[in-house]
Structures are given as C-alpha cells and as structure tokens.
C-alpha cells in the first residue's frame, strides 16, 4: 500500500506515538514496573439495535447484560484515583440503547474526564448530540458503507436506516459548529469484500456532510468474530484503485485516517502478525469492562471467564486492579496466541524497544 498513516504528525489523533508524551509510563516500563491505566473502556450494555454481519461481539449480545448506574458511578471514582484520564464508551452492544446514559455521562463530567463514544449513530436526538457537543472529545460513527443498500446488507437493518443515520450525523456537526464546541466527529469504515466498492464514495458523503475524519480499517479479528478479515488478492487490489481518490479528497479540515499499519499486519499470519515483542504491557494501560461487570484483559477477550481479573458485582475496581487474579492473568499472555489487529499492539512494539534497544545508544 501506498498510502500510510502520518503516525508522527503532532495533530494524528490514532497516532501510537502519543504514548511517548508519558514519560513515567516509559520508566515503568523500562524497569519493569506496573504501569498505571489512562483509559478506561466501559461497555454500558450487550443489547444492541444491529445485528452487523462482521460484529466482533456478536456473541455478547444475546447476552443482554448491561451494567447499574450505581455501579459505573463507583467504577468511575475508583478509576480517577488510580489515575485513569479518559473514559471510552462503547460495545459490547450499543451504547446509545442505555436507558442511563445522561447519568453515567454527567457522572464521567463530575469526575473531569475526557470522554469518546463509538456508535452506530441510529438513535440520536437533541439530548444525546447536546450532551456530545458540550462533554465529548470524540465521537466515531460506525457507518462503513457509502449506499444504503450496503449499509442495509452489511447491518442488517431497513433500507431506509441508512438516510436517517446520515442525516443525524450531519445534524450534530451542524449542532457542534453552532456551539462553537470543539467535539471531533469521525466516519468509519470497516472494509471487506462486501463493502470495499463503497470505499471512495463513502469517502466523499463523509466529507460533504463535515465530519473531521474518514477513517479506513480492517474487520477486527477477534476470538469469537462473526467474520473474519480476508487478506485476499481481490480485496487488495479493489482498495489499491479507490486509495488515490480517496485521499484526495484531503484539506484542512477533512482528515482520512487509513490505519496502514493494520492492513499489513494482518498479512503477517506466520509471524505473529508482526509481533516484534514477547510480552503485553499495552493492556495495563487499557482498562476494559463489559457489560456484565467483568474487568478483563482486553477487549478482545470480552466475556471470556478465564481472561477476566475480577467482576465488579463483587469486588472494586481497585481490588480488583492490585488482585492476585490479575497477576495470574497476566501471568498467562501469550502474545503469540493472541488475535491479530488488537488495540495495544502498536503500543506494545514502543514499550518493547524503549525498554530492550541497546545498539550504540550513545551514539544519537
């Protein structure tokens, strides 16, 4: 592929370098220290309104846990103090179904943390595009089709809902630019050879109802995904010709994130997909909570009892956080067993050569 990630422009907001801006993270690393959590990831329900035909966690949601507001309240206070900063909200299921979502937002606000939402946008209104225009950093709308017969096929909804989430988008950028407010709306696109046609002209719809961002990225290959990414010839050469039209739909204001870096990494199925280190610290970082209150290794082991540290129906999260349950799970990564494409990956190579280069160092 031609065309990568600026991992190293000041204003990339996927960049993996931005772990280098942590100092104190990096000399934990380097001796071997715990290291502190600085997101937290909260999986509110495992209800959702789509049924997505790649949905990494479709398996979660005939499950239809979700968590009590009392108990997000006390995982958000507990987490502030173990100096978590920002707080993700997404699946798991929808998040946007969650009968409780002011109160848990409100609270994450009393507590003074950057906060970011990944949705499927279908069930905005005023209520919910004021409270991400006033208290949200990010919010990123899984669209990943550029028709709505596409977006029909591939989500498994009415014809029609396309059009209605499109129009809802457009209405919160609007709502944002009247506010004045500095909430960075993304479009995102799954890609695979059910969609991959789509690319371009996504690319352009995106662009033209003003979000900050298109960005372009492999189905996520998780333990129990429904579909899993197809490295395939076809696939390949279908985003090879819609890259260079993509892209130049770029300015100023409109940004396409292709996550490069991923795409080829998938590729790498005989080497670990290009795992360069032996060990995880990226998950310590990364703080994970499903929708049935287990605290777990990451987000691709969601539900999984045997990667669980601990369940906050039973236990705080600073317990559970300083467990000997943890530091057995811990114990038994191993990241060559791991799925490809995981969340800590980039993180993990940074760490691993902060913490293991030792060639003429001095020698800058």
């Known amino acids: 592929m031609g065309r990568t990630l600026e991992v190293l422009s000041t204003s990339n907001i ?4 931005k772990i280098l801006t942590y100092p104190e993270v990096l000399m934990a690393a380097k001796a071997g220290a715990a290291l502190p959590p600085i997101n937290l990831e909260i999986n509110l329900t495992n209800t959702c309104n789509q049924s997505c035909t790649w949905c990494t966690y479709g398996y979660l949601h005939e499950r239809r846990e979700e968590l009590k507001p009392e108990l997000i309240i006390d995982l958000l206070r507990e987490s502030k103090e173990l100096g978590v900063q920002s707080v993700t909200w997404t699946g798991g299921g929808e998040p946007t179904v969650y009968k409780h979502l002011v109160e848990v937002v ?21 209520r ?4 991400l225009t006033q208290n949200f950093s990010y919010v990123r709308f899984s669209v990943d089709a550029g028709t709505s017969e596409t977006y029909s096929r591939t989500h498994r909804v009415p014809i029609n809902a396309y059009d209605k989430i499109i129009a809802n988008i457009s209405t919160l950028v609007e709502k944002r630019n009247q506010a004045g407010s ?24 995106a662009k ?8 372009l990225k492999p189905i ?8 899993q990414f197809e490295a395939t010839s076809r696939l390949w050469e279908a985003m090879e010709a819609q890259l260079d039209e993509t892209f130049a739909l770029e300015d100023e204001k409109y940004k396409v994130h292709f996550l490069g870096h991923k795409f080829t990494d998938i590729k790498l199925q005989q080497q670990y997909y290009g795992r360069t280190y032996n ?54 990564i191993d990241v060559a067993m791991c799925p490809p494409l995981c969340k800590a990956h980039e993180i993990n190579k940074l760490l691993h050569y902060v913490g293991n280069f030792d060639a003429h160092k001095e020698f800058v």
């Open 14 to 17: 996927f960049s993996p370098y």
């Open 106 to 126: 409100s609270a994450a606000v009393e507590c003074g943390f950057a906060q970011g939402m990944n949705t499927n946008g279908s069930r905005l209104n005023e």
């Open 128 to 131: 919910l595009m004021e409270l």
């Open 182 to 205: 500095k909430l960075t709306v993304g479009f995102s696109f799954l890609v695979d050879n059910s969609n991959v046609g789509d690319m371009a002209g996504a690319a352009r719809l």
């Open 208 to 215: 033209s109802i003003g979000v900050d961002y298109f960005q």
């Open 220 to 227: 996520v290959n998780y333990i129990e995904s429904n579909v």
């Open 279 to 332: 060990q995880c610290r990226g998950n310590e970082l990364l703080a994970t909570v499903g929708a049935d209150g287990s605290v777990d290794v990451c987000c691709a082991y969601k539900g999984h009892k045997d990667w669980s540290f601990g369940n906050l129906n039973e236990t705080g999260f600073k317990e559970i956080w300083a467990s000997e349950q943890r530091s057995k799970v811990l114990g038994q």
